[in-house]
């Protein structure tokens, strides 16, 4: 089996991971946290979102995290844009990337944001082309394209049509996204087929949640195929609002010592990134999620 020689990482920790929480999280801990994650080597992080704060309290200072971020050469800093109000409130923070975002699932569009998925799509055509026009990259976040907690399975037809509805927008690569975690690795591989179809191999990323303890599994099955681009957060932060019982997304420890592990090269350093994970934890009071970071945080106080 050749696996990609390299894998890039979108550590997602700073948004997708603390949005869910329900303690505020200051900006000055955010900053810190996209800070200790370049030093650990990484080379995308997805920052914040601009959303309304009614919906989530916890981006409310996305412009304070914005200009507080210490910018370093060779990084690029995402941040999630539902709708133009967004887009436009982010520019002040000069994103190198905006996220949109869709569901392979008709049922989760209407509950997530009470519309179908083609008229999700429809609503962020304008996003994107404001995006592209302003020289900013364009990323769309594919939900839901193993299993929904509505609909249970989901066909890989829905995720071709949802990567397909996306291209012809504009957006520019996008993420297969286990959001629940339900997923096994034949059915990850049948939702990256579809997408695939619509996307070059170097457009597309995985992203896997581990609700059933199947996110590495499922990421040695998007190797498989070639995929090298793959998301996770540090500490394993995260879980879905939408999705009762879903956790946070794989760790980006286990992801690293996963790929170390088989000789593919990330950048990371791996104790730094552990370090950071664990700053995170502490400030929210609990354990780090990450399991590699558990064996080698006992191993380092022993």
């Not at 519309?115 to 304008?126: G, L, Y």
């Not at 690795?185 to 997408?195: D, F, G, M, S």
Request: glycine content about 10%; charged content about 20%.
């Amino acid at each position: 089996m050749k696996y990609p020689a390299r894998v890039k990482i979108i550590d997602v920790g700073p948004r997708d991971g603390l949005q869910n929480e329900k303690q505020p999280v200051p900006a000055a801990v955010k900053i810190e946290l996209v800070q200790r994650l370049q030093d650990a080597g990484l080379k995308e992080i997805e920052v914040t979102s601009y959303v309304s704060p009614k919906w989530v309290p916890q981006m409310a200072d996305n412009a304070e995290v914005m200009a507080g971020i210490a910018r370093k050469a060779g990084v690029l800093y995402s941040v999630l844009t539902p709708n133009l109000k967004g887009f436009e409130a982010a520019l002040a923070g000069k994103p190198d990337e905006i996220v949109v975002f869709g569901a392979a699932s008709e049922a989760f569009s209407q509950r997530n944001i009470n519309c179908s998925i083609a008229e999700s799509i429809e609503r962020f055509a304008p996003v994107v082309q404001a995006a592209l026009e302003a020289g900013i990259a364009v990323r769309g976040a594919m939900s839901c394209t193993v299993g929904c907690p509505y609909e249970g399975e989901i066909a890989p037809e829905k995720v071709g049509y949802l990567a397909g509805l996306m291209k012809n927008i504009g957006v520019q690569r996008v993420d297969v996204a286990d959001t629940i975690g339900v997923g096994t690795p034949v059915k990850v591989q049948k939702a990256l087929e579809a997408t695939l179809a619509h996307f070059d191999l170097d457009q597309v990323s995985g992203h896997f949640h581990d609700t059933y303890g199947q996110a590495l599994s499922n990421t040695l099955a998007a190797l498989d195929l070639g995929v090298w681009n793959f998301q996770s957060s540090v500490a394993g932060l995260g879980g879905c609002p939408y999705a009762k019982g879903a956790t946070g997304n794989v760790a980006t420890e286990d992801v690293v010592y996963l790929l170390q592990g088989m000789g593919i090269e990330t950048g990371i350093d791996l104790d730094k990134l552990i370090d950071a994970g664990q700053f995170i934890s502490e400030h929210l009071g609990r354990p780090t999620q990450s399991r590699v970071a558990k064996a080698l945080l006992t191993k380092r106080a022993g």
